[in-house]
């Protein structure tokens, strides 16, 4: 037994670890003439087409997969990468933008969820209605998209380039 005096051990605060794989996913940046973004629209759940990357395939395949067209979407290049540490694991989320479409060929694109409608939607009332936390990578991949410049996002801060285990 131990005695009534004896200290008590002092909590350790433990450090995150990725117990499981990373989540890695793709978002996609669909720029429509000069003021407006294709959003998916997934019964009122404003969100920036998502979909998920597959061990061992290329981004650009799984960016594909999320919009389809007859055509593909034009000229994707990563213009941003959204990297959060949870409690146990990595979630990545690239951020690809498409070549500024007309909207007529917006109306061609079918999203991957069939619950969701792919809607154009001015790119400033975008930003007002969407989830603030989603907000600072649909911002900073609009900037990055203006400056030619790849950018990457760690637990919501910003900083220039990408990291070395993230590159192709």
Known sequence: ???????IPAQRSL???????????????????????????LRGML?????????GHPLEEAAQQVLASREGLPLLRRVAVDRVQ???RKVITHVLASAPMTRAA????????PRADVRVMST?????????KAR?????????????????????????GIPVELMP
């Open 136 to 160: 600072l990578r649909i911002l900073v991949g609009l900037q990055a998209l203006a400056t030619g410049e790849t950018v990457c996002i760690e637990n919501g801060v910003v900083r220039a």
């Open 1 to 7: 037994m131990m005695p009534a005096t004896a200290a």
């Open 15 to 41: 450090t995150y670890e990725d117990w499981r794989p990373p989540i890695v996913g793709v978002a996609l940046l669909v720029p429509v003439g000069a003021d407006s973004l294709a959003v998916a629209d």
């Open 106 to 113: 917006v109306d061609g694109l079918a999203y991957r969820d």
């Open 124 to 132: 400033l009332q975008f930003i007002d209605e969407v989830w603030p």
């Open 86 to 88: 949870t409690r146990r």
């Open 47 to 55: 969100m920036l087409p998502v979909g998920d990357v597959r061990i």
